[in-house]
């Protein structure tokens, strides 16, 4: 479940330099990579996505994330395709 104090910390797309959303700090949930100032996992994004999710349903769980940052997202789930899968399995098995 998301806390309203997640919701306020990551900043707006348009002031974030490009490529900063994604980060991964091994004392941040177990070092998976997770939305730049939250504790939103990678894969918990790429687990909604394969579920069915719309980015525009994300877009209403997550309403700190903009259609920007999602596509970001999705670049870097892609880039990371096999992490991210280790990730779900590791979580859901």
């Not at 806390?3 to 306020?8: G, L, M, Q, T, V």
């Not at 941040?28 to 939305?35: D, E, L, T």
């Not at 994004?45 to 394969?50: A, D, F, P, Q, T």
Request: charge should be neutral; glycine fraction near 8%.
């Amino acid at each position: 479940m998301r806390r309203k104090a997640e919701r306020a910390s990551t900043p707006p797309a348009a002031g974030r330099p490009k490529g900063s959303l994604i980060r991964s700090n091994p004392d941040v949930c177990g070092g998976n990579p997770c939305i730049a100032g939250t504790r939103i996992p990678v894969w918990v994004l790429v687990r909604y996505r394969e579920m069915g999710f719309s980015d525009s349903q994300l877009a209403e769980i997550y309403p700190h994330l903009e259609h920007i940052d999602l596509k970001e997202i999705w670049r870097y789930a892609d880039l990371h395709e096999d992490e991210i899968q280790r990730q779900i399995a590791a979580h859901e098995g």
